[in-house]
């Protein structure tokens, strides 16, 4: 596989026995990517044999503690480790000072440079970040912060090869509006906290149900859809499997330590 995603964490709001909070790493060719970081990233990069130190780029969607508590411990683990190579945080606006305030007060000292692009924008699709191997656009999605979609687009190693695309949306509430940058992707990741029963509730904390994050997938149509982000009240994940595959058939339920390949549509 030359483009995936490895699930760090699957669950929403809090960990559990079974699955970890939001955090993913994107290998495109070679160059790693972290996509959200919970607390307990780092043991979980760890635990599933991801090298720390090859981590270049860190993509957070928003500053909810779900997605965002690990980075500061990440980071201070980089150094004690010996990082010396630059690190990239592409997060919402103030995230530079949470990481900043958290180090002076506590005299962490990073030994490396570490680079804050921050996101301040209300509509449209942004480019955050290239390099040899991809580029990152971002987008605004609907949530009760700041909040930010990613459309990771492959840069094709042969002039006979398309390029492919990983979207990674979390957390959002159902909009239409987002489909157009959903549009095009080879693999689109949706959070899926709730099951179709509890759609009042999705809407009032601005978050998907399965049938929901289906319904936006048959309208961009992807090749594959993935859902996480999965509420600890589910136990087992087959309701919101079953809601959503009757929607959009080709859809796959995250479970943490799960690989998933880009695949070409």
């Known amino acids: 596989m030359n483009f995936y995603t490895t699930i760090l ?40 044999h991801v090298k720390l130190q090859s981590l270049g780029t860190v993509l957070i969607s928003h500053l909810h503690g779900d997605h965002f508590f690990g980075l500061p411990g990440l980071l201070s683990t980089m150094h004690l480790c010996g990082r010396t190579e630059p690190v990239t945080v592409v997060a919402p606006k103030g995230a530079k000072e949470v990481i900043e305030t958290i180090f002076n007060l506590t005299g962490n000292h990073i030994g490396y440079e570490l680079n804050f692009i921050e996101m301040d924008f209300t509509e449209g699709l942004h480019r955050v970040h290239e390099c040899p191997r991809c580029t990152v656009d971002a987008f605004p999605i609907l949530h009760s912060v700041p909040t930010f979609g990613f459309r990771i687009t492959e840069i094709p190693r042969g002039e006979h090869h398309r390029a492919k695309v990983y979207t990674y949306c979390c957390d959002t509430e159902y909009n239409e509006n987002l489909v157009p940058y959903m549009q095009g992707a080879d693999l689109l990741c949706l959070e899926c906290t709730f099951a179709d029963d509890l759609a009042d509730l999705a809407r009032q904390r601005q978050h998907l149900t399965a049938g929901q994050a289906a319904q936006l997938a048959a309208l961009a149509q992807p090749r594959q859809l993935l859902l996480t982000h999965i509420s600890a009240r589910y136990k087992e994940p087959q309701l919101l499997l079953d809601q959503a595959s009757a929607v959009f058939p080709n859809t796959t339920i995250a479970s943490d330590g799960l690989l998933v390949e880009v695949l070409s549509k």
């Not at 026995?17 to 955090?23: D, I, P, Q, V």
């Not at 990517?33 to 635990?47: F, N, S, Y």
């Open 9 to 48: 964490g699957s669950g929403a709001a809090l960990p559990t026995g079974r699955r970890h909070c939001s955090a993913q790493v994107v290998n495109i060719n070679g160059y790693k990517i972290l996509l959200d970081c919970a607390e307990g990233t780092q043991d979980r990069i760890r635990q599933l």
